[in-house]
């Protein structure tokens, strides 16, 4: 055979001895056919080097067998982990899978999910949506076109399949763990525009209220780049320039991931302060990061592994039901606070 040529359908009815409609059937397994047929039939494939074009088997089956996967970024680690738990699930279903990252610009959220329902995807899982898409209705309305599963991004009334990380009791324990070994002064160091922040930001000034410590603003720390490599040195930039200033400087800090928290550590010893003795540090994610720094990082564990696997089998469940617009799934996966050596 020339190997230059790709063999056809045609080729392998020929070489087999039977119809193109026979060599159909076993390839898309939709008919019965026996046993001798199908063996002839996978030999001459085989023989061949055959590969059934896609686009037509996706035509036959109405499916493409692949899932878009939206990021807003591909540099934190809690997105990594949590990508590679939805690709080991659904490569073992068979399912190949689209990655785009949006770099946390909700307008480019929007474009690449247009793009992968024009591609065909079965479904589309998107990791922490921008609320402005989510409270703007525009994942309702794509929810009722194509299986769709947001992982974070959860707000009242709004009809999807979240799969959630809870950061609420996640935020509780932490910051309950920094006042029960003494920690006064707590503050808060996250980033812009993400539900996560958002409901970090909500426990800690309930917290503040419920335990009598005055909230105030300057011991809220927010960054710009909260999902970016470049989180820790905005981190470590705006730590060191608020220790610079303050009267009364925090003892406590709870940080919203570990990127974050890994640029706050540094900068806290670059200015030549103790860790844990003059102020203690925590974490969100558990990602590598905050295993490999020094000293290790205490964290709050958001099990992103599970997360990922849970949000591709509830997808892969949607598109199997076929019956996707109407039935709205919640799931959340628990939280649990490490503590290491800050």
Known sequence: MNSSKRSTINDVARLAGVSITTVSRVINDNYPVSEKTKKKVNTAIEELGFRPNLLARSLIQDRTQTIGI???SIENLFFSEVIKGIDTFVDDKDYRSFLCSTTGDPDKEKAMIDSLINRS???IIVIDPRT????GGFYEGISRRIPLVLINGFNEGIRCNFVLNDDVTGSLSALRYLRDI????????LGRKSYSYDIKEKVYRTFCQENNMEFKQENLLRIQA?????AANQAKAIVMDYFKKASEPLDGLLCANDLMAVGALNGVRELGLEVPKDISIIGF???LVSQISYPPLSTVDHHMNELGTLAAKLMVNLIGDGDFKDHWTKLRVATNLIIRKT
Not at 132 to 135: A, H, L, M, V
Not at 182 to 189: A, C
Not at 226 to 230: A, C, H, R
């Open 70 to 72: 939206i990021t807003p």
């Open 121 to 123: 995807v079965d479904g």
């Open 132 to 135: 402005k898409n989510i409270q």
């Open 182 to 189: 003494g920690r006064k002064r707590i503050g808060l160091l």
């Open 226 to 230: 909260g999902n970016s490599l470049d």
């Open 285 to 287: 994610d558990n990602s």
